[in-house]
Every structure is written in C-alpha cells, then in structure tokens.
C-alpha cells in the first residue's frame, strides 16, 4: 500500500520538470525574434556569428580577389599588366633565355675564340683569356676593353628599367622577402643617390646581385644617361683589372683556357648543374 504513492509522486515529477525547462529551450528563438542580442554561451547564436576580417576563409570566398588573376604577390606590377609591364617582364625573361642558350659553347670559346666569348657573354675567364693572347700578339686590347664593355653591360638597362617601372616591389622578387631584403629597401630608402650612384660603379666588385643594384638605380630616380655612364666606368675598370691579370699571366693562362675548350663538355655540364641547383637553393629561400 505504501509503494502506490511513491510511484504516483514520480509520474507527476516528469511534467514539472518538463515544464521547467520549456522556458529555456525556447529562450534563444524567441530573443531572436523580439531583436533582443543573443548571450555569448548561447549555442543557437554561435553558427550564425560573422567571418572575422582576418578570416583565410573570408578572404577566399572574397569575389573580387577570386576574380582577379593579377593579384599575385610574385608579380612585380599590381593589378592588369600594361604593355610597358610585359616588354620590361618578357626582357627580363629573355636576357635568362639567353645565356642559358649559351652555357653549351661557353667552356669551348674560352681558348678558340676568347674575343667572341667575351662579347657574348662577358665571361670573367674570356677576358682573361682574351687579354693573354692579346700579350702574345693575337687580338687588341683595346678591342678587348671596347668588347669586354659591351658584353658585361648590355642587360643591365632592362634592370634599371624594371626599378623604375616597378619600384621597391621587383627588389622583393629578386631578392626575397627576407630580412636581408628589408634591409636593403631601407638603406635605399635612407640614403638614395649617395648609396646608388658608387655601387652601380662598383657592382661588378660587390657580393650583391647586380640586378638588385640597376633596379634600386631606377628606383631612386636615376636617369638612364646617367646610369650608362655609371655603368660604363664600372664596366670598365672591371674588364681593366681582368685583362691587366690575363696579360700578365700570358701563355699560363693561354694554355688554361686550351684545357678548358679540350674538356668543354664535361665544363659545360658541370656549369649547368651548378646553375640548377643555384637556382633551385635561391627557389627554396624565397618560399
């Protein structure tokens, strides 16, 4: 008799405490439809809350990015390329081109036809080479000077055009996004000419990139008038000191160079691996 009413209080329990908690299961909806902002720990509020602006997953879905093909960071312009972009870009582009197209006859000019080698490519051993036949009666060192000019400076406007196309954004491609490259904008930042216009003379002596020198060169405003003869009287005194050195190695050197142009193949496939993995470290420091 006494386990009917405890069994009566548990079924009554049940309603009250369904009718207890009604009031917060509906709680959320109904602060939703009266305008009412909804609780930090409210779980019906938390799907709905807005991307954050520093959101990847805003960014991505962000149309106006997704629809333009030029917004790269690798890129040296911003925006759609102009026609000035790509000639300077395609330069750029065929200047490697090109002496990679020469890499098979580097090696085997050197001690054939060092005068050819160095207006080709201004090679720091075809100008010694050149100058030691030039001691020995074969060739003009004054030719050699001319030559040595032409073959170590040609490309280098298409860098100082690009710095002045493209600004402090192309020396971040060439360089890196790195410390090293930070450093570099600031100093040119700070100090303008008076850093320029000596290190576009001295490039050729300096552990730098030549590339990163023309381009801060037009970056800063540097006419290109000026910037040919800063070029030339570098050019120069480079092409003077190696032809001074092959001159006064004479036959030494002759004969080094023949040894090299005997061995031109396996000198050119050691020059290729060299560049390759040169390029491939210099990949793998940009990313």
Not at 143 to 158: Q, R
Not at 166 to 175: K, M, N, P, Y
Request: proline share 7%.
């Amino acid at each position: 008799m006494s386990e009917e009413p405890t069994a009566a209080a548990e079924v009554s329990a049940h309603p009250a405490d369904q009718t207890a908690t009604a009031p917060e299961a509906t709680h959320a909806s109904d602060a939703a439809q009266a305008g009412e902002p909804a609780q930090p720990g409210d779980p019906a509020a938390e799907p709905g809350d807005p991307a954050q602006p520093g959101d990847p997953a805003a960014e991505a879905e962000d149309p106006v990015k997704a629809k333009d093909p030029w917004a790269n960071a690798n890129l040296p312009w911003q925006g759609k390329p102009r026609r000035v972009d790509i000639l300077c870009w395609g330069a750029i582009t065929l200047s490697g081109i090109y002496y990679l197209c020469l890499l098979p006859f580097r090696a085997s000019l050197v001690g054939t036809h060092p005068l050819v080698s160095v207006v080709l490519n201004g090679s720091t051993e075809a100008i010694v080479s050149a100058a030691a036949f030039a001691s020995k009666g074969h060739g003009s060192l004054a030719a050699l000077l001319i030559l040595g000019i032409i073959g170590t400076m040609k490309f280098d406007i298409i860098y100082w055009w690009a710095g002045r196309l493209w600004g402090e954004r192309v020396i971040q491609i060439f360089s890196g996004r790195g410390k090293r490259s930070q450093k570099f904008v600031a100093r040119v930042n700070r100090s303008g000419r008076w850093l320029t216009w000596p290190a576009v003379v001295l490039s050729p002596f300096l552990p730098i990139p030549n590339a990163l020198i023309y381009a801060a060169a037009g970056w800063t405003g540097m006419s290109w008038v000026t910037f040919l003869i800063l070029d030339a009287i570098g050019s120069l005194a480079w092409v003077g000191m190696l032809a001074g050195l092959g001159w006064a190695l004479g036959q030494s050197a002759i004969d080094v160079a023949q040894e090299i142009s005997k061995y031109g193949l396996w000198v050119t496939i050691a020059i290729v691996v060299f560049v390759v993995a040169a390029q491939m470290r210099s990949a793998k420091a940009r990313s």
